[in-house]
């Protein structure tokens, strides 16, 4: 049998591999079967981020082209199509996107992750993420500014001299503005975590400029308060 | 071993053929070897492409197509897709042949396929570039790709499997191998990437993409490496492997264990934390079975141990066992949750996936290659046997010290994060490691090179081909393999 070409085909070839599917992928399969994957636009209606908001403001002509006006269908739209950047530019294999329990991550980033937190469009694949380069995304959103990741994704050293991350270009257009690559990638990365409360601020980095999304879909009102205008340095 | 044993044997004879050489489509073997060292080319370029960003000196110019990000797809991609499984399918048609006594299914599906498999690699790095990718680590086949792969991989596995399936009675290791391994990588490309993608989402899918990198690794890389070592070694020693029962043992408990590990990518994740206490469970007794199999070809190369000097094949295996045993101890390791707390998401991981990789079955097939290219092409031996060493000890050297280097490095890091350290600081802490990093990538693809154009004069050698000039043929040496 352990020789034959029945029982390498059978046992070890079908046999195995259907025993170690059941444990590893059907068991957690089942365990979350019941719970709700929520669509984007479940997701959208749960709450537009104030970055959104902030977006239109501060880049009105550019809003337009791209989106139209800020509503949840254009909200839906932006982190939709900031996911699909996300994926496509490869960003999970630099940031991870789930805060473990260990290692100081909570007070680091946050509060620890969940399993409900991935049961969502926007996580399908999931992004747990491999390697972390650049800092975990998870918990990111409302920390920086808007101005901060326009800076940033047009060229990380000014922001951070000993960065690594590559200059994004591509999300601009030729004035120099963010595109609709660029203002759906800000806003995708502003949505990761803005279902949270509360989290921890390190190393002299002030409150968000912003106040959270979490707090209440008002807050929306209050988006746009700071400085106006200007496109990247 | 009856039907190893009647493979060529080393050195002389070259040019004569035997029965099981009637069986060989020569130039297919050849087709794919030229294949996998264009797409082994093209991998590590990208890779040092993608080393160099990480010293904020990035050659290409700001445009999406040369995002750094997008190119790492293409280093890891062309790897698993070009390099490596165009170097098994060189090996395979070389050795099924020879061990079942019967040529493929059939010789116009077998070139059918090669072409149509480097148009999948080809489409699959487009694919990448145009921000196509499918966010499945190393499953970033854009998904309208993914369909045509399978039936790809399906149509490969009938290929072969229809001369194994001719054979009676109990069959050499390196079939049981190959067998499963033509069906474990058909139902792990399935699984890997259909359903995270359209059936499940969440945590769970975070479970099933792990056993899909965990799978791709363990199911379709590593049975058909060590299948083909299974068959190699025993031919170039002339001798058979020490113990059938360590075979079976080996065999079996890689079977058994193997797939049962793949939550270990994600310890302390939102899975369920019973499912990674199993994991890590399985992935140490993985380390026991590693032990016997490494016991085996260790005890078979003993008497013979002057073949590590002399058959630079050999040598280029039992490199590649050494880092067998190493990666696989350190995984016993790294997979404890102790371990896990410091080196997840750190160079470590990094280091211990190049050393797999490349240090394994990377190291494998080159030995293979070195084997089997003058034997394809009808050469005594190599154009160059110091260049064939100088490929050795560039590629072993650069592959150490790239392991040790990211090991380091990833410690490191773990620690300055759990101290939480400010992330800057973390980075210009990893910048000396990742100079040193991008110097023994250099090392790597300039012995890569090497081996590239030792090839290039080696074919050049070829009967029938009209020699550039008469120094070229004294060069000529018996062969060293």
Partial sequence: ?233 | MTAAGGASGTGSGLGATTAADRLVDRPLVFAHLVAAMVFLAVSLLAGFLFSMQFLQHYPLPQHEIFSPGRWRLVHTNGVAYGFLANAFLGGLYWAVPRLTLRPVLHRGLSWFLFVAWQAIVLATAVGLLAGHAQALEWGETPVWIDPVALLGLILVAVNFLVPISCLSGPMYVAIWYFIAAFVWTVLVYAMGNFLPQYFVGGAAAGAIAGLFIHDLVGLFVTPLGWGLMYYFVPVILKKPIWSHGLSLVGFWGLAFFYPLTGIHHFLYSPIPMFLQHGAVITTIAIELVVTTVIVNFFMTLSGRGDALRTSMPIRWFYTGMVFYFTTCLQCAFQTTLAFQRIIHFTDWVVGHAHLVMLGVFGFWLLGMMVYLIPRVVGTAGWYSDVLNSWHYWLTMLGTLVMFLDLLVAGVVQGYMWRELSPWDEVLAASVPFWFVRAVSGTAILIGQFLFFYNAWKTWQLRPGAAPSHAALMENMQPAAT
């Fill in chain 1, 1 to 233: 049998m352990f020789e034959s070409k029945a029982g390498v085909f059978l046992i070890a070839g079908l046999g195995f591999f259907a025993l170690a599917f059941l444990v590893m992928a059907v068991l957690p399969w089942a365990i979350y079967a019941g719970e709700p994957e929520l669509t984007v636009e479940q997701v959208a209606a749960s709450g537009i981020v104030p970055e959104f908001v902030d977006l239109a403001e501060r880049y009105p002509e550019q809003f337009k082209r791209a989106f139209g006006t800020v509503s949840t269908q254009t909200f839906a739209e932006a982190l939709r199509f900031g996911h699909e950047v996300y994926v496509a530019d490869a960003c999970w294999h630099c940031h991870s996107q789930f805060v473990r329990p260990v290692s100081n991550e909570d007070l680091r980033w946050g509060p620890v992750s969940t399993a409900l937190e991935y049961q969502n469009a926007l996580q399908r694949p999931v992004l747990f993420g491999t390697r972390r380069v650049g800092p975990d995304l998870i918990r990111e959103g409302g920390r920086r500014s808007n101005d901060w990741h326009v800076a940033h994704f047009w060229q990380p050293t000014n922001v951070v001299p000993t960065s690594v991350m590559p200059p994004y270009r591509w999300f601009f257009d030729e004035q120099g503005y963010p595109n609709k690559r660029g203002m759906s990638i800000i806003t995708y990365v502003q949505w990761l975590g803005s279902w949270v409360k509360e989290y921890p601020y390190y190393h002299g980095e002030g409150p968000p400029s912003l106040p959270m999304a979490a707090t209440t879909q008002s807050s929306v009102a209050h988006a746009g308060a700071g400085s106006t205008g200007g496109g990247p340095p």
